[in-house]
Each structure stands twice: as C-alpha cells, then as structure tokens.
C-alpha cells in the first residue's frame, strides 16, 4: 500500500493492515484508511451499451 498519513502527510509504504488500524513510522501515529469503493463489473457493461449507442446515433 502507497498511501499519505493523514496526521503527518508522509508517505506510508508498507503492507496493507486489514485487520486494524495502519502505522506511520514517520509521526508513530495508528490511522485507518477510507474504505475502498468498488464498483460493480456490470456497470462498466452498462455504460460501455450506453456510450456504443450515443456513437452509433450520432454518426447516423
């Protein structure tokens, strides 16, 4: 994981904790990180349908 301390601002390069909060080695601070937003595969289906045929209109 690459991600910055919110305390701090320095970069934290290390293993992702899943299981508790994070450390930075710089300020010796423990924080959590935002949780991932994962967006679900079919919606990129969904839009891939949607922007074919805004294309195949507009060229007609």
Same mark, same amino acid.
């Given at each position: 994981?690459?991600?910055?301390?919110?305390?701090?601002?320095?970069? &934290? &390069?290390?293993?992702?904790?899943?299981?508790?909060?994070?450390?930075?080695?710089?300020?010796?601070?423990? $924080?959590?990180?935002?949780?991932?937003?994962? &967006?679900? $595969?079919?919606?990129?289906? &969904?839009?891939?349908?949607?922007?074919?045929?805004?294309?195949?209109?507009?060229?007609?």
């Amino acid at each position: 994981m690459r991600t910055n301390c919110p305390y701090c601002q320095a970069l &934290v &390069v290390q293993a992702k904790n899943r299981d508790g909060p994070n450390f930075c080695p710089k300020c010796c601070c423990l $924080f959590e990180l935002p949780e991932e937003l994962k &967006v679900p $595969f079919w919606i990129f289906g &969904v839009l891939m349908f949607l922007m074919v045929n805004l294309q195949f209109i507009h060229s007609h």
